[in-house]
């Protein structure tokens, strides 16, 4: 089952069919690409929404679609997710965000990945929560920044999945869950 949750402007709500056209148009955009792994065509867009609606099923958790209720059914996406690959920092569970370009700029991802968080450490009572980004990704990073996340540049690594890349290189943010002491 997906939960939805509210914030004060958005709506995190679960995956509907109808939701791959927007996806596969935001994922078009060469500017939301800059730092990502490109999706060639619309069958590597499918591959990932398939792979974000079984993540909810397999582990209860997931990615969500954000939406400005009664403006905009689609902005985005943000969530939760198990980190696929090994790294010296798995296993973890990583925050990560994707917005189409129109809504950059307006405080909506740093307000939904509050609210995502919040849920990771309350909800599901995760002891940490990372994210990870390329190190030119800088709005990314100060989303991380925003969230109160911090880096250790001895935590930068090369994604295994990413050889040879120029996105190889990645930098690793961490946040403790505030609600356990150590
Ligand atoms: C990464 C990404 C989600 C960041 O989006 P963003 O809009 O810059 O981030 P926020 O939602 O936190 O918005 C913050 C900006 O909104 C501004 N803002 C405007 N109104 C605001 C408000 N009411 N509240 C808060 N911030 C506001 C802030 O000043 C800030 O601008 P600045 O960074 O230029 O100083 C977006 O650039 C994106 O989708 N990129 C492509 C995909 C990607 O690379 N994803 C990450 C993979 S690791």
């Given at each position: 089952?997906?939960?939805?949750?509210?914030t004060?402007?958005?709506?995190?709500?679960?995956?509907?069919?109808?939701?791959?056209?927007?996806?596969?148009?935001?994922?078009?955009?060469?500017?939301?690409?800059?730092?990502?792994?490109?999706?060639?065509?619309?069958?590597?867009?499918?591959?990932?929404?398939?792979?974000?609606?079984?993540?909810?099923?397999?582990?209860?958790?997931?990615?969500?679609?954000?939406?400005?209720?009664?403006?905009?059914?689609?902005?985005?996406?943000?969530?939760?997710?198990?980190?696929?690959?090994?790294?010296?920092?798995?296993?973890a569970?990583?925050?990560?965000?994707?917005?189409?370009?129109a809504?950059?700029?307006?405080?909506?991802?740093?307000?939904?990945?509050?609210?995502?968080?919040?849920?990771?450490?309350?909800?599901?009572?995760?002891?940490?929560?990372?994210?990870?980004?390329?190190?030119?990704?800088?709005?990314?990073?100060?989303?991380?920044?925003?969230?109160?996340?911090?880096?250790?540049?001895?935590?930068?690594?090369?994604?295994?999945?990413?050889?040879?890349?120029?996105?190889?290189?990645?930098?690793?943010?961490?946040?403790?869950?505030?609600?356990?002491?150590?």
């Amino acid at each position: 089952m997906t939960i939805s949750l509210r914030t004060e402007r958005l709506l995190l709500r679960p995956w509907h069919d109808d939701d791959l056209a927007a996806f596969a148009a935001m994922s078009a955009d060469p500017a939301v690409m800059e730092f990502l792994w490109p999706f060639p065509d619309l069958e590597a867009c499918q591959a990932w929404v398939a792979w974000a609606r079984r993540h909810w099923d397999q582990h209860g958790f997931g990615q969500w679609v954000v939406e400005i209720p009664g403006e905009a059914s689609f902005i985005g996406v943000i969530g939760l997710a198990v980190v696929d690959y090994d790294a010296h920092f798995t296993p973890a569970v990583e925050i990560a965000w994707r917005l189409a370009r129109a809504y950059w700029g307006h405080g909506y991802a740093t307000e939904a990945a509050h609210v995502a968080l919040d849920y990771g450490f309350g909800e599901l009572g995760l002891a940490e929560i990372v994210a990870v980004t390329v190190p030119a990704n800088l709005r990314s990073r100060r989303v991380m920044e925003r969230l109160g996340m911090s880096r250790d540049p001895a935590d930068d690594y090369d994604h295994p999945a990413l050889p040879e890349s120029p996105l190889q290189r990645h930098v690793l943010y961490r946040l403790r869950n505030p609600r356990i002491r150590r």
